[in-house]
């Protein structure tokens, strides 16, 4: 037994009363030990003594030593202070773009001045003089330019300096980056393409690795790499077209089927994700999903295209969207196709890497595409929501970005064509900007969208090409009221938990979809109008009087302290912590809903089969426990889940 019960410090044993379930919806699920016991007796283990008007009962932490049954113990619920960081302010901001800065000019190959990739963002250099290289320091924006080469080159987010500029290195000159700390060093890397090879480069631009040749497995031509940890090992995997490789650029394993690319186009934009939610993360590319070692999981036999995923149904795992020539799909986690929409122009070449984002403040996913004369945007169903005039006849395959800059619920979709750079409003399409800063010939690059000088509010980093502009120009608020934006935008399939905010990769990446569902946005707010909600539990008694017959019983509690209604299912799972790991006991299902701010009544397990666990203690995971990134709720604080008993269990 715990040395203080909790239930010592809530409630006196002439208080407890004998209270039922049914005033709840709880039901058993995956329970290793039986159903509950529907016979029930009238007094807690605490308090042996409470139908008596004796006053020298035991204590109420204290179990009767010759008691040889676990009598029902319930304690009422009962209020919960709330807590305030589970409500958000929405702090609404102005919408006035300005150049802020622009980079057209390198002191290193100066002929080489075009940008026809996704602008990246991290941090490479210690600005701040702390010895550390993180997201304390100013960020830093890296991109390829051509010309007469494909250089790699580095500049410090605040305009005011080059970092490095690396020539010679046969790099695609269209080709886009990925950054992200691939050898645990606690710094970044950054690898880049070739027309048939991977080169990964250290944080000050010196080579780090080249990989095999990739032939076939890659495009050649604006091939985007990304960056996971597929396996969970702390060694991130490199993704291009349908290679995998491993952290020391040797070729993984590599699939049969599609690259995530148009085959009459260019480019490649594959990536991975955990899409099942398996623990595993797989390669999404537009026909098919593969394993860490490239083994097809399924094929569907659909065109290969550009892909993006998000939830757009019920269940917890994840769907993708596929662009083919601006025929749009959505396909299940399996790859059967949910449903299929066309953009005006569709056909060979017309249209780029798609986008999710809640553009129309509905808590549901809508999915954004730009094509040869149009930008559209497609309902969580496949409806045509809105599309307007555009012009990339150069390509009609350029990607787009999301950010919600004004903080009021609504996503802006941000797009640059051939000659302008455009924000729309999210639910109907209207113009809010169209600047003609901006000229691009377009492949498949977008805007990023990053705080890169650490002002705490998000900046447009826009790639330029001949036509009156080149280099990158940085577009931020003349009022100084955008919403902040992350300090890192580390690659094309950017889906906000692919990289931590340092840099480094995480082993086991929170699912996107279960907080913010969207891809290619830097849209932080989580979908719940700034209001949160905060599961707890406790862990009240645990009844050890049984532990002879291989029994206990275990009584619980949980509540919500955030100011979001629970309204959903959610699970709880008591675990038992052993000298070999935790070992799942029982899981339950709460379905009856929390208000803010209430404790529920008391939920009794019963579980068998313990005595050959040596139980060192208990713990209750709700809702997926600490961080659970399969969790139904996005919480304000993911680290109170998890509650300890706090004492072994039937210890001889």
């Known amino acids: 037994m715990r040395p203080t019960s909790l239930l010592s410090l809530l409630c006196p044993a002439t208080a407890l009363v004998a209270l039922g379930c049914s005033d709840y919806n709880i039901t058993p699920k995956d329970d290793n030990g039986g159903a509950v016991d529907s016979e029930q007796v009238d007094c ?60 057209s000019r390198w002191s290193v190959d100066a002929s080489s001045n075009n940008i026809m990739m996704m602008p990246a963002v991290a941090s490479l250099n210690d600005d701040n003089g702390d010895g550390l290289i993180n997201d304390d320091d100013i960020p830093d924006i890296v991109v390829i330019t051509y010309g007469s080469n494909g250089t790699l080159r580095a500049v410090s987010g605040d305009g005011s300096k080059e970092i ?12 886009a980056v990925a950054i992200g700390d691939i050898d645990n060093d606690g710094i970044v890397e950054i690898v880049a393409p070739t027309s048939n090879t991977i080169k990964a480069f250290e944080h000050d631009g010196s080579l780090k690795w080249t990989s095999p040749n990739l032939s076939g ?72 999903m593969y394993t860490p070692g490239g083994a097809a999981i399924w094929a569907n036999g659909e065109l290969d295209g550009y892909v993006a995923v998000g939830n757009f149904d019920s269940d917890p795992e994840g769907e993708i969207v596929v662009n083919a020539s601006g025929n749009l799909r959505l396909q299940d986690t399996n790859g059967t196709v ?40 497609f309902d969580t169903d496949g409806r045509k929501m809105w599309e307007k005039a555009t012009q990339d006849g150069s390509s009609g395959n350029t990607g787009s970005s999301v950010f919600d800059f ?45 705080d890169v ?16 502009h080149t280099g990158f120009y940085v577009f931020g608020d003349a009022d100084s009221s955008w919403q902040p934006g992350r300090k890192i935008w580390n690659q094309h399939a950017y889906h906000i938990t692919n990289v931590n905010d340092d840099g480094t990769i995480p082993a086991v990446a929170a699912i996107n979809w279960s907080t913010y569902n969207n891809f ?69 299902t709460v379905s009856s809903g929390i208000a803010p701010g209430v404790l529920l009544d008391t939920i009794t397990f019963e579980v068998s089969g313990v005595s050959a666990l040596d139980i ?18 996005s919480e304000c604080d993911e680290t109170n889940n998890e509650p300890v008993w706090g004492a072994p269990v039937c210890a001889e």
């Open 406 to 450: 004004e903080g009021d619920g609504v996503a802006e979709a941000v797009y640059a064509d051939e000659t302008r750079l455009w924000v729309f409003n999210g639910p109907d399409g209207s113009i809010k900007l169209s600047s003609t800063e901006h000229s691009n010939g377009t492949w498949t690059e977008y805007p990023a969208i990053a």
């Open 164 to 175: 490095f500029n690396i020539v010679g290195a046969g790099l695609q000159g269209q080709g």
């Open 616 to 633: 060192l203690d208990l713990t209750l995971k709700v809702d997926g426990g600490n961080g659970a990134s399969t969790g139904v709720y």
């Open 453 to 468: 000088d650490g002002d705490g509010q998000a900046e447009i980093v826009v790639p330029n090409t001949s036509g009156g």
């Open 217 to 288: 497995h890659m495009y050649g031509t604006s091939d985007a790499p990304a960056i996971s940890d597929m396996n969970g090992d702390g060694k991130p995997e490199i993704i291009i077209g349908k290679a995998i490789l491993n952290n020391d650029g040797s070729l993984r394993g590599a699939g049969a089927y599609g690259r995530g690319g148009v085959a009459s186009n260019v480019g490649t934009t594959s990536f991975a994700v955990d899409l099942n939610l398996d623990g595993t993360q797989e390669v999404i590319v537009g026909n098919a």
């Open 520 to 588: 290619r946005s830097g849209d932080l707010t989580a979908g719940s109008g700034g209001v949160y909600a905060d599961l707890i539990g406790i862990i009240d008694e645990v009844c050890e009087a049984l532990c002879a017959e291989d029994r206990i019983f275990v009584y619980v509690r949980v509540g919500n302290q955030g100011y979001l209604d629970v309204t959903e299912s959610f699970d709880i799972t008591l675990t038992a912590i052993t000298p070999t790991g935790e070992v799942p006991l029982q899981t339950r």
């Open 44 to 103: 807690p283990p605490s308090d042996p003594d409470c139908d008596d008007s004796a006053t020298d009962s035991l204590p109420p932490d204290s179990l009767p030593p010759d008691n040889d049954t676990c009598d029902e113990f319930n304690l009422p619920g009962e209020s919960l202070a709330l807590v305030e960081e589970c409500y958000v302010e929405v702090s609404t901001g102005t919408f006035t773009p300005v150049v802020e800065w622009r980079k």
């Open 338 to 377: 949910l449903w299929r929409a066309k953009m005006t122009g569709a056909g060979s070449y017309y249209g780029g890497p798609p986008t999710v984002a809640d553009f129309d403040g509905d808590g549901l996913p809508e999915v954004g595409i730009a094509g040869q004369s149009t930008y559209t945007v």
